[in-house]
């Protein structure tokens, strides 16, 4: 009886010792590094060249394949192109067709980062960049696309003019 009533409670205590070691974040856990940056360190190295001298081009294209294979935040955009743009200012329904995926990478650094006295609380910058994939995107589209959007906010703001226009009017 015993036993039963003590070695869960242990047993939780083992469970979350074990999960703050690894997931709260401190100068001391192992896994800091990849917390401030997901950027391999072959393109971290590029970068640094990139400050102080000019780098071929085919270069920092082998470099941006390699570095996208470690890419572990992927987006997926999927657009709606409005085929008959003319039609629908004047009023008609859009014809729409979906254009996607347009796949790209996340990058972030997080720098100036700092541990309170008690560890409790931590402050940091943060960048973010993205970068075209264009193996994991729609082999029949490319970055250079244009896509022809509506923009609801825009749409119902222009109809809110025209109905004030029509109020104001004496």
């Known amino acids: 009886m015993l036993i039963a009533l003590i070695s869960p409670a242990v ?4 469970l979350n010792d074990a999960i703050n070691s690894e ?23 590029l970068e640094e060249l990139e400050e102080r001298v000019e780098v071929d081009g085919d270069i920092l294209g082998a470099l941006d394949d390699a570095a996208t294979v470690h890419s572990n935040i992927n987006y997926d955009l999927h657009y709606f192109h409005i085929e008959n743009p003319d039609e629908v200012m004047n009023g008609e329904k859009p014809r729409v067709t979906e254009l996607g995926p347009y796949s790209y990478d996340e990058w972030y650094n997080k720098f100036d980062v700092s541990f309170s006295e008690n560890g409790e609380e931590v402050t940091y910058n943060q960048q973010k960049y993205y970068t075209y994939n264009s193996e994991a995107s729609n082999p029949a589209l490319t970055e250079e696309d244009e896509i022809r959007l509506i923009y609801p906010t825009v749409v119902g703001f222009e109809y809110l003019l025209g109905q004030v226009s029509r109020s104001l009017s004496f």
């Open 23 to 45: 997931a709260v974040m401190s100068m001391s856990n192992p896994n800091l590094g990849a917390w401030e940056t997901n950027v391999p360190p072959a393109r971290r190295r």
């Open 11 to 14: 047993l939780e205590q083992l």
